[in-house]
Nanobody
Framework: QVRLLESGGGLVQAGGSLRLSCAASGRTSSSYVMAWFRQTPGKEREFVSAIRWTSGSGYYRDSVKGRFAISRDNAKSTVYLQMNSLSHDSAGDYYC?????????????????WGQGTQVTVSS
């Protein structure tokens, strides 16, 4: 059973930075994609970023390109999302997700495993 545990959310001022972490356990293969999704009240969960575990290639939604960076630590089975220049639009509950295989997709229904989420609040 794959388990994902997020951490690193919190309160940050606009323009500030946060780093989210997602530790994965129970995996038996390295052929997978890990991703971050964001959800705000009344809205659908939306894709933010993903990384192909074997290559470390990162993918981003347009609105976070140049501000967010996704990375992974193989030894710790952990993926990180470094978020810089945070704006109010960046606030929400961030969920870590994983899917088997190496195809990167923004479709949340393709992801098999989900963490419990971590909240990011951006203040003025």
């Amino acid at each position: 059973q794959v388990r994902l545990l997020e951490s690193g959310g919190g309160l940050v001022q606009a323009g500030g930075s946060l780093r989210l972490s997602c530790a994965a356990s129970g995996r038996t293969s390295s052929s997978y994609v890990m991703a971050w999704f964001r959800q705000t009240p009344g809205k659908e969960r939306e894709f933010v970023s993903a990384i192909r575990w074997t290559s470390g290639s990162g993918y981003y939604r347009d609105s976070v390109k140049g501000r967010f960076a996704i990375s992974r630590d193989n030894a710790k089975s952990t993926v990180y999302l470094q978020m810089n220049s945070l704006s109010h639009d960046s606030a929400g509950d961030y969920y870590c997700a994983a899917k088997d295989g190496l195809v990167v997709t923004t479709d949340l229904s393709e992801y098999n495993y989900w963490g419990q989420g971590t909240q990011v609040t951006v203040s003025s």
